[in-house]
């Protein structure tokens, strides 16, 4: 069984549309994430959430929305896409921190804005 | 502010030798973990080994040992043995306190195995 899914693997769009990728985790982990990582291969965290809770917000653009229904599904919207937002989104998981609070990833989404 | 810093854009490296990828963090905080991660071409992330700031001894995993020095703030990967299926990038990870919060990432190392 997957641990984390994220959906779809592969993302392309052309610029000013709306899109939205899907992740659900089995892990009964409390916390979920989405990260950013750019060309480059940096990985940058953009949203941590707690028991649906958001608690990390990484001054990210107001087109980004995420949305928890539950602790075991991330999901995250993007407005108005714009070339620059073509990189990997991972979404990712964990329990509170300590031995065993790895984060385990999804897959990752390719983003292709054109 | 907390900080990942892996100083080694790309590695290359004999199959069969050991290897050292470097990683040195910044915290003020006296809490903290440190993770390594694995992303191979296909572009998964694959957690590979933990060390506690409080843990007392080095952590090691199979083939993968960390060396954790406190007092320089360094959390060296050492990969013993390798094989061509560790050709990957390598990434440093420092998690601050016991919320899980975030993970904050190093700039990643590549590493390549030569046969």
């Known amino acids: 069984d997957t641990a984390v899914s994220q959906t779809p693997k592969y993302l392309v769009t052309q610029m000013g549309n709306d899109k939205s990728i899907k992740c659900e985790q089995n892990?009964?982990?409390?916390?979920m994430y989405w990260y950013k990582q750019d060309s480059k291969k940096f990985l940058k965290i953009m949203f941590s959430?707690?028991?649906?809770?958001?608690?990390i917000n990484e001054t990210v653009p107001n087109r980004f929305s995420p949305k928890s229904p539950d602790k075991a599904h991330l999901n995250l919207h993007i407005n108005s896409l714009e070339l620059g937002d073509s990189a990997v989104y991972f979404c990712?998981?964990?329990?509170?921190?300590?031995?065993?609070?790895?984060?385990?990833f999804g897959q990752g989404t390719r983003l292709t804005v054109v | 502010a907390q900080k990942i810093t892996q100083t080694q854009p790309g590695m290359f490296v004999q199959e069969k030798e050991a290897v050292t990828l470097d990683c040195t963090y910044d915290?003020?905080?006296?809490?903290?973990?440190l993770f390594w991660y694995k992303q191979p071409s296909s572009g998964e992330m694959i957690f590979l080994i933990y060390?506690?700031?409080?843990?007392?001894q080095n952590a090691t995993e199979g083939r993968y040992s960390l060396n954790f020095q406190k007092a320089r703030k360094s959390a060296n990967l050492v990969i013993s043995a390798s094989q061509l299926g560790d050709s990957a990038m390598y990434f440093c990870?420092?998690?601050?306190?016991?919320?899980?919060?975030?993970?904050?990432f190093g700039q990643g190392t590549r590493l390549t195995i030569n046969p």
């Open positions: 990712a998981s964990s329990r509170a921190g300590g031995r065993g609070s790895e984060a385990f």
């Open positions: 892990l009964g982990h409390d916390t």
């Open positions: 959430y707690n028991n649906k809770e958001l608690i």
């Open positions: 915290t003020s905080d006296p809490s903290y973990g």
């Open positions: 060390q506690g700031s409080y843990d007392q």
């Open positions: 990870a420092m998690r601050i306190g016991q919320g899980a919060q975030k993970l904050v």
